[in-house]
């Protein structure tokens, strides 16, 4: 059998050692120590399901949050576009830690790219596939 251990609160790459103890009916085995484990904390994954609308002439995001927080919550969003997918601008969303977004700024009639990424205390995760959408004129 495989069994697996999280250590909550660890710093990213902080070596910790761990020892394990068998027990059962008969009693304690001996103690297996392992050699020292950097902890392997990360950015989240990339939100999931991207979708975009145009409400009211603002285009608006609304998105699920990632599937892997990298083990630590998820303190922001921010929101990128373009209208290239090579020169990206972070969209001024403000800061928060809820799915979806108004995307303020945009020119009318113009094509836009929109990304996301969520911010945990790791740093920035992955983009999600951008989306595109076209204002109105």
Known sequence: NV???????????????????AVNEAGSGSARVSGKVAARLAAASKPRALSLAL??????????????DGGSAVLD???????????????????SAAPGSAVPGLAAGTKYWVRVRAVTTYGPGTYCAPVSIRTAA
């Open 3 to 21: 069994l697996s251990l999280t250590l909550a609160g660890q710093t990213n790459g902080r070596k910790v050692q761990v020892s394990v103890v």
């Open 55 to 68: 409400v009211s002439g603002v285009v608006r995001g609304s998105w699920s949050a990632p599937s892997d």
């Open 77 to 95: 969003y921010e929101v990128w576009y373009s209208t290239n997918k090579k020169s990206w601008t972070r969209a001024a969303d403000g800061f």
